[in-house]
């Protein structure tokens, strides 16, 4: 998967545009935030980016998305690139893929708690707008490609990441709240999506080569 070059440069290149996407990635940030607040006071407070996952994932692609504002008036392929650069958009990428994908996967695993037919209020909520939103995430994660790299070394960070958030959810029962238990099926899918989440970043990021462009 990949995003067409005039979409991507459309929406990071411009000013406008970019400033639209960044406004809507905080949007989304605080609406998902809004589904965790009733359980945020059991979760231990250093806890809570792990905890949140969704706000987590839009919080770093916020962060990979800001690093084009010195960028803006050149094209994306000037945009810098480095190591730590290099991690931020890894780590972005891999986590809006993966929680992208677990929402619709965790949903349907669940079907009969959240499915109904689209004019059914708490379905609309509950499960289409849900699922067709965070399976927005998995597009959006495709456009970090176009300006950033990866490196062995960040991909191995992101996945032990995505595995150490893995085993606080359902080994220490901190997983998002859901309206069934999670069993084992669940816990399987979830770690099988770390993985192909981070492979799917090292198949889609260029690797950081010794002579990229380091920040202005």
Not at 94 to 119: C, D, H, I, M
Not at 147 to 155: D, N, Q
Not at 183 to 205: E, H, K, N, Q
């Amino acid at each position: 998967m990949a995003i067409p070059d005039r979409y991507a440069r459309t929406f990071l290149e411009d000013g406008p545009n970019l400033a639209w996407l960044l406004s809507v990635n905080v949007l989304a940030m605080l609406v998902g935030v809004r589904f965790y607040v009733e359980t945020l006071p059991e979760v231990p407070i250093y806890l809570w980016p792990l905890y949140a996952d969704s706000p987590a994932a839009l919080f770093l692609v916020t962060l990979s998305l800001a690093t084009l504002v010195p960028n803006l008036g050149r094209r994306l392929d000037a945009a810098p690139r480095n190591r730590p650069l290099a991690y931020l958009h890894t780590f972005a990428f891999a986590w809006l893929v993966k929680y992208g994908l677990w929402t619709a996967v965790s949903l349907n695993l669940g079907f009969g708690a959240y499915f109904g037919p689209p004019w059914d209020p708490d379905a609309l909520w509950s499960y289409w707008f849900i699922v067709l939103t965070h399976l927005g995430f998995v597009a959006e994660a495709y456009l970090l490609p176009r300006y950033g790299a990866t490196t062995r070394g960040a991909l191995a960070a992101t996945l032990f990441a995505l595995l150490a958030n893995d085993a606080l959810d359902y080994l220490f029962g901190f997983h998002p709240p859901l309206r069934y238990e999670p069993g084992l099926v669940l816990p399987v899918a979830t770690v099988g999506l770390s993985a192909l989440s981070v492979a799917a970043a090292a198949r889609a990021f260029d690797r950081l080569g010794p002579d990229d462009r380091p920040s202005a």
